[in-house]
């Protein structure tokens, strides 16, 4: 191409397709992705049911796929860093830890909200 942007339409269209390109190359070599897919698989459906309102339902839905977020993004990171080099650094150990506790935080934020609202709604 002669290094003009692409806008409009035809810009969209290709960020759609970049965005597939990382869910399927996420999907290939992560498997804590794959759990993650799998988790959000069985618990939106769960949210339609137990959720009393479009509020929450919407906010269990939307704290459930908080968690592929923050495994898509801990994964681009690791892959990152990885390829900068094999050899041990301590801002890339950091790095990883880094990303690897947003998704551990993300998974408790999902333990609290849904817990406190099937509390709320069963006991």
């Known amino acids: 191409m002669d290094g003009v ?12 397709g970049y965005s ?11 498997a804590a992705f794959r759990q993650e897919v799998i988790l959000v698989a069985i618990l939106l459906p769960l949210a339609l ?16 796929m ?3 977020v923050a495994e898509l993004l801990n994964s681009a990171i690791e892959a990152v860093v990885d390829r900068i080099g094999p050899e041990h ?6 790095a ?12 408790v ?5 849904w817990g406190v609202l099937l509390y709320e709604r069963f006991c």
Do not use: P
């Not at 650094?89 to 950091?94: F, V």
């Open 66 to 68: 908080v968690v592929v």
């Open 49 to 64: 049911l137990f959720g009393n309102n479009g509020v929450e339902r919407a906010l269990l839905m939307s704290v459930t």
């Open 5 to 16: 942007k692409k806008t409009g339409l035809r810009r969209v269209v290709n960020a759609a």
């Open 20 to 30: 597939l390109c990382g869910l399927r190359a996420a999907w290939r070599t992560e």
């Open 109 to 113: 934020m999902v333990a609290m909200v």
């Open 96 to 107: 990883k830890d880094m990303g690897s506790a947003a998704v551990f935080v993300s998974l």
């Open 89 to 94: 650094h301590l801002l890339a150990g950091a």
